[in-house]
């Protein structure tokens, strides 16, 4: 009798100690996004400028500074432009922000391997190439805790060479092309605070829509490793689940038009129903720190929190991130102005079975969720 009590205690006591461990998780992410987000004033305050998604302020005065660089055309459309040259453009919002974050020592190394004047300017500085030899600075796979929500039991694997980032910059209510960050367009990533540095600089007079009113960062699950190498052949159903992962949706012509609802309607059960698989271990949510594509560092105020993320063909190519999390009922996210709130993943997002089109201005067409990622659409809605 005494040890079928102490049962019954046992099994009513754990799920209120898993509740407060997940509450003192959820409180610490909460920290961690305003953290970052008070980085992000404090290089505006130095800039006069807020870094940029990719083609960083930072990138494109090292391709000026580069003689092999600052010879070659700004032509957009070309890899072999002067920002893209040596893969500058690609380095992401959260590398530009380390000063600013107590991580002074880390970024004097990310700029070793960006410098032109470096010993290792023969190289290509991606954001993805520490584990070349010529790379060993122990950098870019560093584990950065302030990068991370301690929710997702992913984050401090970085078998893949690569920190991770939980904290993705706010692209926009519009889905992103992510091959945009060096191809021939300027639009698409024009709707939120962090976009092309050189198309789109952003500063907080940029955001007209009020600071309180729009979203800065919020929160993306990295991708479980266990599902780094799947096939290229046709994935199973339910194998993937929606945080984590990326499906395929809504594919060509997305010259026209992108239906959101192709992708929501990837939910089967909380599981993808048509995945990204056949990619490198370093692809996927989360799994670089270091590179500006949406990708890996962005997200798009469309389908609203927890709902999938999706492609319309290459998980570097056409990109809508959702932000989604492992706290029950939505996501962290910090506004502008940096206050932090948590957002219901009921929250009004308008109808997802519509046409959005590759550009547009204006209100957003997605409900209270896409106006909070609109920087100047003329709404004035808080969460």
């Not at 920190?163 to 945009?180: E, F, K, P, Q």
């Not at 063909?313 to 910090?334: A, C, K, R």
Request: aromatic share 8%.
């Amino acid at each position: 009798m005494v040890i079928a009590i102490i049962g019954v205690l046992i099994a009513l006591l754990l799920p209120a100690v898993q509740a407060a461990r997940e509450a003192a998780r959820r409180m610490q992410c909460s920290n961690h996004l305003k953290q970052i987000a008070l980085g992000c004033h404090n290089f505006h305050d130095t800039q006069d400028e807020l870094p940029s998604a990719t083609y960083s302020k930072v990138g494109r005065a090292l391709a000026e500074a580069d003689p092999t660089s600052s010879t070659l055309p700004i032509v957009e459309s070309s890899l072999t432009s002067r920002y893209c040259d040596k893969n500058r453009h690609r380095w992401s919002y959260f590398a530009m922000i380390l000063p600013f974050i107590e991580q002074n020592p880390l970024y004097e190394k990310v700029s070793i391997l960006m410098n032109p004047a470096s010993p290792y300017s023969g190289n290509n500085p991606a954001p993805w190439r520490d584990t070349l030899p010529a790379y060993s600075l122990n950098a870019i796979n560093q584990i950065i805790p302030t990068a991370l929500c301690p929710s997702d039991s992913e984050g401090r694997n970085n078998s893949h060479g690569i920190g991770r980032l939980n904290y993705y910059c706010n692209r926009g209510d519009i889905w992103t092309r992510a091959t945009s960050e060096y191809a021939d367009t300027k639009i698409s990533v024009a709707r939120g605070v962090f976009s092309r540095g050189d198309n789109f600089p952003r500063s907080f007079a940029s955001i007209t829509d009020g600071l309180s009113n729009t979203l800065m960062f919020s929160e993306v699950v990295s991708k479980f490793s266990g599902h780094s190498t799947a096939a290229t052949s046709a994935l199973p159903s339910k194998t993937y689940p929606i945080r984590g992962a990326v499906a395929v949706a809504a594919r060509e012509p997305v010259s026209l038009y992108i239906n959101p609802n192709a992708c929501l309607l990837q939910n089967i059960g909380g599981y993808l129903n048509n995945p990204v698989g056949g990619v490198a271990d370093s692809w996927g949510p989360g799994m670089r720190w270091t590179d500006g594509l949406a990708t890996y560092s962005g997200f798009e105020a469309v389908l609203p929190p927890n709902s999938p993320s999706c492609t319309t063909s290459l998980i570097e190519g056409y990109v809508m991130m959702t932000p989604n999390s492992f706290h029950s009922g939505g996501v962290n996210s910090v506004m502008c102005d940096g206050s932090v709130r948590f957002i219901s993943e009921t929250i009004d997002a308008g109808s997802a079975n519509q046409n959005m089109s590759m550009s547009y201005s204006g209100p957003s067409p997605w409900g209270i969720w896409g106006a909070l990622g609109s920087l100047d659409g003329g709404e004035t809605k808080s969460p």
